[in-house]
């Protein structure tokens, strides 16, 4: 089971963290500077789904991966992104997608910077738990 733990942890931490920072550094920003807004923001949308599936699984795969170890505590990072995720899928998504229909401007520009920091946080804690892993490598 340790050889199964080694195998998802480390590699699902990496994928996670990965996935999030293209995400957040290249898609999203390569979509509103290069579409029109009309094109970008529902284009956006369709890929938060997909953004979200992906999160959940590099996440689950990593805090599996840890569990296995023994390394609970580390498990927290993917854990708290799994949380995170299904709040901003679930819960979040849905009102924001109202609010932007319903015109209701403020509303949805702080729900955005509310799903914004919540995936800044998240990436920030699986990338200080992947250099962290990797400072402990050396």
Known sequence: MRRLGRLLALPGL???????????AVMAPLVFTRLPLAIGGPFIRTAFPVLYLYCLITAGLSAF????LGRG????????TILGTLWSWFWLMPRLDAWRVAGNEAA????????????????????LL???EGAKKS
Request: aromatic share 16%; glycine share 16%; proline share 2%.
């Open 14 to 24: 990496g994928l996670l963290a990965g996935g999030m920072l293209f995400f957040s």
């Open 65 to 68: 991966g840890y569990l296995l």
């Open 73 to 80: 505590r580390a498990a927290l990072v993917p854990g708290v």
């Open 108 to 127: 949805f520009a702080r729900g955005h910077d509310v799903s914004t920091w919540v995936f800044g946080l998240e990436v920030f804690l699986a990338l």
């Open 130 to 132: 992947l250099i962290r």
